[in-house]
């Protein structure tokens, strides 16, 4: 799999190199020889939201401060979106964090994403170690704990240990870790409680407030501040918030007209963005809720159904639900649908803000799709996927390789200039 990526990375080169475009650059950077030459970056106060939301972590790519977060084939990678420099945070760029002295110990993929909080990361460790004596396998250590590591300071520590919850939804405000957690019921059903850990003394408090299911899963907590947290009911179109030295009052903020639901939310300071939407998508409207004022202003209506939505600072940038047909591949002789990815944004200041258009592949790129992406300034970085002909058929699953190999395209917004972040 990887040596074929790598010659589909060698096709795509040479196509570049025999069609004269200039706008292929390749970023290979790392701790100590940083390409300089391949490197630009145009300052832009634009930035993304520092949102630790499940639909800002879903995406697996996580902007913070100067850096964007992620995890490529190796390792964690910690990438200075300014300088380009790339960086591994457990400073080994093929660690497989199995060594006890690595300040990842234990941490692998599988486990819920981790949660980047004020320059520390928080992870969880759901690690099984075989324990080998003499060079022969003996048992087998399970190793479950709540993780911090303080990136900047090279500091790692176990919150708690023994610590395993199948929780879907966490956040963080001020020193304490907040999740859901199942507890089961008299007669055997799951029932989902909130609870909290202090970050400082470990200490846990069970059961502040009893999830509102509107199904299964509780719903989703959307943001935090130093007193509240706040929820939201993607179903009921609602959007409320607790206070956390009292969770015996729900507030409600912002509840969606009948027939509608919310979706996309992003937050920012004092302000909520997101879309309100009727049962199969056929209306989408850009919504701002003000915390301060409690009003919602609708900024824009969408033509046709969304696929994926990311707020900057300024922006909402987003694609549309739609698909091209590019072929059939060599194998199976199925017929390839990839996602559009043209990218379009709309102002989130503008009081009657216009659709934009950002981004298309085109040419050499016609049959590259974009799987989900972030945007800071001028850059949106993305995850791909990549298809490239066979004789008359296209080649499949090299193109998921993107996702597997973690490389991270960097697309400028301006020019549409591609980097690769290797
Ligand atoms: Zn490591």
Not at 184 to 212: F, H, M, P, R, W
Request: with cysteine.
């Amino acid at each position: 799999m990887k040596s074929n990526w790598k010659s589909v990375l060698w096709i795509l080169f040479l196509c570049f190199s025999l069609c004269s475009c200039d706008t292929l650059h390749i970023i290979t950077p790392s701790n100590d020889d940083v390409d300089i030459q391949e490197f630009s970056y145009r300052e832009n106060d634009d930035m993304w939201l520092q949102t630790q939301s499940s639909y800002a972590k879903a995406s697996k790519l996580v902007g913070y401060g100067d850096y964007l977060y992620y995890k490529d084939s190796k390792s964690f990678v910690k990438y200075n979106v300014k300088t380009g420099i790339k960086t591994y945070i457990c400073g080994d760029p093929v660690c497989s964090h199995t060594a006890k002295d690595c300040p990842l110990y234990g941490y692998t993929d599988f486990g819920a994403v981790p949660l980047f909080y004020e320059n520390k990361l928080y992870y969880f460790v759901d690690y099984d170690e075989g324990i080998y004596v003499n060079g022969i396998f003996d048992h087998v250590e399970y190793v479950n704990n709540f993780s911090c590591y303080d990136i900047l300071n090279q500091k790692h520590h176990v919150i708690l240990d023994d610590f395993f919850v199948n929780f879907v939804e966490y956040i963080i405000s001020g020193n304490c870790f907040y999740y859901y957690h199942p507890y089961q019921d008299d007669e055997g059903n799951y029932i989902y409680y909130l609870n909290s850990i202090n970050l400082t003394n470990s200490v846990i408090t069970e059961k502040l407030l009893l999830a509102d299911l509107d199904g299964k899963q509780p719903n989703n907590i959307v943001a935090a501040s130093n007193d509240q947290i706040y929820f939201a009911s993607y179903m009921y179109g609602e959007l409320y918030s607790y206070n956390i030295s009292d969770f015996s009052t729900k507030t409600l903020l912002y509840e969606a007209p009948d027939g509608y639901n919310i979706a996309h939310i992003g937050c920012q300071d004092e302000s909520f963005y997101f879309v309100i939407q009727n049962s199969d998508c056929s209306d989408q409207k850009l919504c701002y809720y003000n915390l301060n004022t409690n009003e919602t202003t609708i900024l824009y209506s969408f033509t046709s159904p969304l696929s994926h939505v990311y707020y900057t600072q300024s922006y909402a940038y987003f694609t549309y639900n739609e698909k091209k047909t590019i072929g059939t591949t060599s194998d199976t002789q199925e017929t390839i649908n990839l996602p559009a990815s043209k990218i379009y944004r709309v102002s989130l200041s503008d009081t009657i803000p216009s659709e934009e258009f950002v981004f298309e592949f085109t040419d050499n790129m016609s049959m590259f799709s974009i799987n989900s992406f972030v945007v800071s300034g001028n850059y949106i970085y993305a995850y791909y996927i990549s298809w490239v002909p066979s004789g008359d058929e296209l080649t499949s699953s090299d193109g998921y390789n993107s996702i597997d190999d973690r490389i991270i395209m960097r697309i400028d917004v301006e020019t549409g200039e591609i980097y690769y972040i290797k």
